[in-house]
């Protein structure tokens, strides 16, 4: 025999970070001020490493609605949504949810993450999954989990895409799995190449939301609506980690679908139930999302500025629009050199290593919300012209699959 725990020795990129400062990983808040700001090493530094592109986890009407089903209901439910774990509110959340996404029904699970991974119930020995080679980990450990055969397609390549579809047998149902937003190069799918392949082939799509539910489309319904092609998605999963400022997640799709992974879905069926606080929470959120679209054009215009900054610096950005933006400067070390050049000039990034991103690469990304003003993100630029010039390193874009 082994011990089993000699694996348990860090990867080799993450070993290469000793040096004092350059460990990017697990950095402590200390404190949330609000504006686009937050508070490491005793400092305040500009926030450009979060999700929360609507700026709504520190807004009053979220804390108020949490703290008040805080003190209502408890600080948790202690049990799964089947048993003894679903409230009143999270009925009222998948009712509201489901109509704001234009879908028949919806299921609240805990995170996003589970919003994925409960997928795998419906991933049968007689499926085939056909992911982007950029779809989030979840998705990926949602086919794991299930027992489909996976395959995978080159980021957003509708040839090869449509190619894996010729191949799929009469007996085999197909999935479509991709993000509407890529959560680490910021790009859109593909939506209208892949809705005319998979109507052409008959196939279902699934849309991880994540990043674009709250933010994109007129309504903000995300990269569905924004493309105009809601019907094409079979299935949408979203999480209230991002534009909705808190925690939970969701599927959405036909009602016959949803009430089957209420009875399936392992993800669901074996772990407590969202908290009040965050059920609220996310609910506070939605009507926020519905009410003020001065959010998204806000966090958009951020964007807009930030991008078309790196543009000028020579950094090679896809369009897409959106807050998130991925650097390629060098390799795993060369990524946290310039993390931490961000750091001392007073900008927290993140640092994307494996699995996050493919094997060999390495990524900064970047993000900005609707709370960033103008200003903010020409410092965010300053910082990055800086770091660059100091690290004499080039532009470039990447991709992946955030954690
Ligand atoms: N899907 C995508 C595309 C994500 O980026 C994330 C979070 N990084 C998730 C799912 C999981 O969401 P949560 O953080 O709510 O578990």
Redesign the pocket.
């Known amino acids: 025999m082994t011990d089993p725990f000699v694996k348990c020795r860090l990867p080799q990129e993450i070993e290469a970070l000793a040096e004092p400062g350059l460990y990017p990983f697990y950095l402590p808040v200390e404190e949330r001020p609000g504006g686009g700001e937050a508070v490491v090493e005793g400092r305040r530094v500009l926030m450009a490493g979060s ?1 929360d592109y609507l700026a709504l986890s520190d807004d009053p009407r979220l804390k108020e609605a949490g703290t008040a089903a805080l003190c209502r209901l408890g600080s948790g439910n202690s049990g799964s949504r089947a048993l003894n774990g679903t409230l009143a509110l999270h009925q009222r959340l998948e009712r509201e949810l489901a109509e704001f996404l234009g879908r028949p029904a919806a299921m609240v699970v805990s ?6 991974l409960a997928l795998s119930a419906l991933f049968g020995p007689r499926d085939v999954l056909l992911a982007d080679r950029h779809a ?1 980990a ?2 990926l450990d949602a086919a794991r989990l299930g027992q489909a055969r996976l395959r995978r397609f080159r980021h957003n390549d509708m040839a090869q895409l449509g190619a894996l579809l010729e191949e799929a047998g009469p007996e085999e149902g197909v999935f479509v799995l991709t ?1 509407g937003m ?2 680490v190069g910021g790009d859109l799918c593909d939506l209208p190449g892949i809705a005319k392949l998979a109507a052409r082939h008959g196939a279902r799509v699934v849309l ?1 939301s ?2 674009d539910a709250g933010l994109l489309g007129a309504g903000g319904r995300g990269a569905a609506e924004h493309y105009g092609l809601g019907a094409a998605v079979d299935v949408q ?1 979203v ?4 534009c909705f400022g808190t ?3 969701a599927v959405a799709g036909p009602r016959h679908v949803i009430d089957y992974l209420r009875h399936t879905a392992r993800a669901a069926l074996f772990s407590a139930s969202l908290p009040p606080s965050c059920t609220a929470a996310a609910l506070a959120a939605l009507d926020i999302i519905r009410t003020e679209p001065q959010r998204r054009r806000a966090a958009l215009s951020a964007a807009e500025r930030l991008r078309s900054g790196l543009v000028a610096m020579g950094f090679a950005i896809p369009p897409g629009g959106t807050p998130t933006v991925s650097l390629r400067v060098g390799d795993a070390l060369a990524a946290c050199r310039f993390w931490a050049g961000l750091l001392a000039e007073g900008v927290l990034a993140n640092v994307m290593l494996p699995p996050g991103v493919p094997e060999g690469s390495a990524l900064i990304r970047l993000s900005v919300t609707a709370a960033h003003t103008s200003t903010q993100v020409d410092r965010m630029l300053e910082a990055v012209a800086t770091v660059t010039r100091r690290l004499g390193v080039g532009g470039g874009v990447g991709g992946g ?3």
């Open positions: 999700n995170t996003g993450y589970q919003a994925n989030h979840s998705l993000e890529f959560s991880d994540a990043h999963t999480t209230f980690s991002k925690l939970g997640g699959s955030a954690p």
